[in-house]
């Protein structure tokens, strides 16, 4: 979906940065007041054949393909093919089929082949002027430069012009949404951003009523975003911008089962910086995430390893 995210005004340059559960919420795990310090080594990972900014990616699943966007007014979608034997990322050319003079990005691809991402395209005031932003398409491995059957994914906004889900991240089965309800005044961050779930009832996804009470210990005043989702659907990973400070951190969350609430979240500590938008490996032995760099201001691919 996996997404993560940018701050900037709403609708130039948008935040771009499991399965189903029951209506009983079993009490989440005890608080864990320490860091996660499984993953280590910060490392740099470059894209062979691209030289621009990297943003929300995603690695898909099956280990052969990373998803990504770039920064600015009309961000748009981009592929890179992955070679396990060698450990490397060779460029591959942007996803024609969904980019437009909008923005387009966060890309979250599940194990059906269902492929997600954001758009502006149709959202107010331009367009066909529909509030929804999730869109979803067949996505073809043989040619991935274009995805088919391009939908939108209707019935998951608010309702209201300023409201708006900028952010989505599918299961891995595909029967899941974790997406981001943002509210927007015009202001350069949300001035809400906060977790809900849906869930595919058969017939479309539904907003999950229990959302509040899953991300009950995740949703704070502050602002979330850049969901990740674990193959099991009991990790939980995301970015928290802590609005006083403008400060950004990437932190993981657990819970016991799939009914259950997440737990209290840690951080993850990584190497300073604007850092967001974590996303694992297939192995789930690797965490990506973008981070800015201080010197030349633009955003890079980082990875940490854990056992």
């Given amino acids: 979906m996996k997404t993560e995210i940018c701050l900037v005004l709403l609708l130039t340059s948008l935040f771009l940065g499991a399965c189903s559960t029951e209506d009983v919420i079993e009490d989440p795990p005890p608080p864990m007041n320490t860091d ?6 910060p490392e740099l990972v470059n894209i062979a054949g691209y030289t621009g900014e990297v943003m929300e990616a995603f690695f898909s699943r099956d280990g052969l393909f990373m998803f990504f966007n770039n920064m600015g007014d009309n961000k748009d979608v981009f592929y890179a093919s992955y070679n396990a034997q060698t450990d490397v990322f060779t460029f591959e050319g942007a996803i024609s089929a969904i980019n437009t ?5 966060v890309p979250t691809l599940d194990n059906n082949g269902r492929f997600y991402y954001i758009s502006t395209f149709n959202y107010p005031p331009g367009g066909a002027q529909i509030l929804d932003t999730i869109y979803v398409g067949d996505f073809d491995s043989s040619s991935p430069a274009v995805v088919n059957n391009l939908a939108v994914v209707p019935n998951l906004d608010e309702g209201l012009v300023g409201h708006l889900n900028f952010d989505v991240e599918v299961s891995p089965d595909g029967t899941t949404l974790y997406l981001v309800d943002g509210i927007f005044s015009g202001n350069a961050f949300p001035d809400v951003s906060n977790f809900i779930y849906a ?7 539904v907003r999950a009523a229990d959302s509040a009470a899953i991300f009950t210990n995740i949703n ?8 990740c989702i674990s193959q099991n659907g009991l ?3 995301f970015t928290r911008l802590e609005i006083a400070t403008l400060e950004t951190r990437n932190y993981r ?4 089962n799939l009914s259950a609430a997440f737990g209290e979240p840690q951080e993850i500590p990584l190497n300073g910086g604007f850092i967001e938008a974590p996303t694992l490996s297939p192995d789930e032995k690797q965490l990506y995430y973008h981070r800015r760099n201080p010197t030349t201001n633009l955003f890079e691919l980082y990875r940490v390893t854990r056992p």
């Fill in 220 to 227: 704070t005043n502050e602002l979330e975003y850049a969901a």
């Fill in 36 to 41: 996660y310090t499984a993953f280590t080594n």
């Fill in 101 to 105: 003079p909008a923005v387009e990005g």
């Fill in 253 to 256: 969350a657990t819970r016991t």
């Fill in 199 to 205: 869930v595919d009832s058969g017939a479309g996804f």
């Fill in 235 to 237: 990790e939980f990973f």
